[in-house]
């Protein structure tokens, strides 16, 4: 088992990684109802170990769709009608037990509910575990425009059972390693070369590979989010490769691209962004583009038209007085966030990258 | 003009109540791009001066409908998508101008919008300036359960000009200063005598004196709030007659009270209950009275049945564990929170005051 510590102005809080992460949520107590925000099919496979392991034996499931289009404005009220009916109050317990969708809409609901409940992030997918849960940031999309509202939010705690991914499919596990590879990126030579070594063939069952993989991964977030709570800089960073994929999933409606794909495309482009710009050494380049291409193969861009995926990069909402702040990769651990690219090269390295004139 | 100061964990602010007070957005600078939540009839009647003292000549206004059926889930999605599409973001300022519907609206949304903007709190109405504008609770109602989802977001700055309230329909003025009279009952005898002498006759136009009214009632909000901002206990004395109100108001839909109104018979109903707890002199409870009914005339409640009215209470959201915190006067500036009342007590408030037995 390992442990992470989130520091917070709300108040630091635990990450545990391992198997049998939930046992964690015994150390909580003192609430008046626990309610376990999840999907049905989760529920079914791991709601009795969950009951069991952590204590709440008579924890009661609300259950949400999976998919995307859960995370509603809508949704999110019908949750709430469904935690008044159920009698929760302001000392009930949320636990988000699920992936991104699932933990960024339960943290809304519970940042929201009675102006804010507690709640536990028990993340069930690479993704979220390596990323979403982690940070406290909580979110729903409106008509299409992802994360539009939100709340900064931190968990009381996350627990994350690498165990869990055995039960993923082989692409949702595939997408959340994208995420590990971002944080790769970010990290530095240690952890880029540790999973270098480790991606291929790399399996959802194999939980102790996977239980560092995570909490290695996991720590970078953790000591991003720890600096800088509300995105006022440096968590900027984690937006590596965000940029063209918010865009990329919203050219398809969300309907093409798991997000982890989106933001593989997304990396491979501002690697591809960073070399024309002379940030990054190509030999370098090639080094990130053949790790992120190592996970395996990603939807395809070819058909995309370039003026529609590009024309939807100012959406971004890290685009302060409508300009983008690109991070851009300097070197494995190293990287520039900046608003000066000239649109040119935007364009360009969207182009070489959906042509496959780079070699990736 | 005067100036308040409300602290807050999110930083301090102050409330500014006097006429030109929205010369104070002056002194707010650097955002990308300010907009005005509003209605159509009030920023037709204050939007050019609005935009003229405030020195935001650029300002935007999003309109919404008058009435509580604004303050939705649905209508918060919208603004935000509005927001969007008029290009706000992160560092843009958003102002609610408005009373409590478009407060609450307004400040839920600049809590929410990409994870939270800057607000700024205009009230116009007599309600507002005196009481929802402060504190920085902000909230959407969800299928008529009143204020289920919310945040707690302080207000960068709020602006009080008691000389818009000369707009004001006598009903909306009148409930208004229900909440004033709660503010005195909760003060103490220097207010609730300064107020006991100037209710009879006061007229919406009668700017000098609403100033010091405002600018006092607002005081004893603004001291409560200071010193409990989250409502770990203390602020729950602001809901005094919000138990009984609230299951008026929903008991009729939301359709026939306006919310001071609403709180008014609520005040009538705990000050019977505290009479029937042996908390208050009933010589106490009788000034108390005269003064709620000095106000003004109220919507009838002689034909709401007993039963349903009692039955909604336990929804109160200040209920912990499904018991109701009953916030009980004790005499003029002395008020107990307290969960232990006996149900045949609040019965018979309830029905004492509906029958019109004790004579207020």
Redesign the interface.
Known sequence: MRRLLVKSSAGDYRVIVGRGAWQALRRLRGY?SSFVLTEASLWERWGRRFARESGRGRVQPILVPSGETSKS??R??NV??EL?ER?A???SLLVALGGGVVGDLGGF?A??????IDYVQAPTTVLAQVDSALGG?T?VN??G?K??????CAPRLVVSDPAVLASLSPRAFQSGLYEAVKHAILSGPGLFGWIENRIPGLKPGHTKILETLVARAAQVKVDVVSRDE??AGLRRILNLGHTYGHALEEATGYRRFLHGEAVAWGMLMVTRLAELANLLDPAVGKRIASLVSAVGPLPRICDLGEDKVLGLLP?D?K????RIHWVLPEGIGKVRVTPDVPQAAVAQAFREIQRGVVNV
């Open positions: 008046t404005l809508a999110a009220g709430a009608a008044l009698g109050d302001r000392r609901v940042s929201t509910y009675m102006r804010g940031k979110a409106i008509r425009m994360n539009l509202l939100g709340t900064f509300k995105e959406r909402k685009a302060v007085g409508g």
